[in-house]
Every structure is written in structure tokens, then in C-alpha cells.
């Protein structure tokens, strides 16, 4: 299911994202970029390459669309995890914000000066969540490749205890009693 445009409206009005300056085209093609849950976190509008981009950050990337006037539309992204700092300048009028992810350097320039340190703070935080919710599907994806190794011990160990009721050292009571007790039951 993808996001109709007055979905994808009303999360940028619940974001706060106010200016949108020379970025109507790029809005109307948002329901074709957001990926399911994926929530607008915040948004501006500004001049990358010299082009006037909208710049938005969700929960997974940071998306910076140019529709052209005569050209299809240009679609750069970075996804959170590849964040690796965020700077921004504030002027007397304007700002910019400078992305770093590995030896690339995103710039989204001419910004207003009051959403530039908005932007770099929820890109800041917004790549934190993101890296932190990656770590926790890796130890959850971790946790269940060690399953195996605790299913395969405790099969080792209900043949051991069945050697000793084999053995005569145990009764057959108190290995019922403890392959209960293994297997929680």
C-alpha cells in the first residue's frame, strides 16, 4: 500500500515542515518515492547543484527530488545508516547544511536560516533510531541462528539423562521429572 498525496500532506503538516518554496512538483511525485512506512520526519526546500530541490528526511533516508521543467524527475538519496555527520550554517537570511556519508559531501544550500539546525538535529536523530533499530534486527537475526545450537544441546542432553535410565542411575520417574523440567513444561 503507498501513500496518497493527502497522506503524505498531512504527515509534512504533522512534521512541521513549513517552507516548501518552488517544490510543488517534486511534492506530487512523493507517492511514488516513499516506501511503505516509511514517515516524513521533517522537510525543506533549498538549492542543491543549483537546482531547487526538496529535501526531506525520514525514518530510513534523507531524499533530495528535483522535477525539472523539462527533464523527468532526479531522485538522490542517503540512507540513514550511511550518515555519517551533518554540519549546518546558519547567515543573516539563509542557511545550509552539509551531509557527509563516507568521502561524499551532500550540500542542500539557500535553506531558511530557522530550518537549518531543525533539519541537521532530525537527520542527527533520525540516523541514530535507524543504526539502533539495524542493531537490534541483527542480534534478533542472531538470537534465532543460535536456536539451532540450543535445540541441539538440549537434545544431547535428554540422551544423556536417557543413558542413565539405561544405566540403572536414574528411574524412569526422575527422568520424566527432569525432561519436564528442560523442556518447560
Given at each position: 500500500m503507498s501513500y496518497t498525496l493527502d497522506e503524505i500532506k498531512e504527515q509534512m503538516e504533522?512534521?512541521?515542515i513549513s517552507d516548501l518554496w518552488g517544490t510543488k512538483r517534486e511534492v506530487k511525485e512523493l507517492p511514488k518515492i516513499l516506501n511503505d512506512n516509511e514517515i516524513i520526519k521533517y522537510g525543506c526546500s533549498g538549492f542543491n547543484n543549483n537546482n531547487t530541490v526538496l529535501c526531506l528526511c525520514t525514518n530510513q533516508r534523507v531524499i533530495f527530488l528535483d522535477k525539472g521543467l523539462l527533464y523527468g524527475i532526479k531522485s538522490t538519496e542517503i540512507p540513514l545508516d550511511m550518515v555519517n555527520g551533518v554540519s549546518y550554517e546558519k547567515g543573516l537570511i539563509m542557511g545550509k547544511i552539509a551531509i557527509t556519508n563516507g568521502a561524499n559531501v551532500t550540500k542542500l544550500e539557500q535553506i531558511s536560516k530557522g530550518d537549518a539546525p531543525i533539519m541537521a538535529d532530525t537527520i542527527k536523530k533520525e540516523s541514530i533510531n535507524?543504526?539502533?533499530?539495524l542493531q537490534v534486527e541483527n542480534n534478533n537475526s542472531s538470537a534465532q541462528s543460535e536456536a539451532p545450537n540450543d535445540t541441539d544441546n538440549l537434545i544431547?542432553?535428554?540422551r544423556e539423562l536417557k543413558d542413565l535410565v539405561d544405566e540403572g542411575i536414574l528411574t524412569e520417574e526422575e527422568f520424566e521429572a527432569k525432561k519436564k523440567q528442560l523442556l518447560n513444561l
Open positions: 504533522n512534521a512541521g535507524y543504526k539502533k533499530s544431547k542432553q535428554l
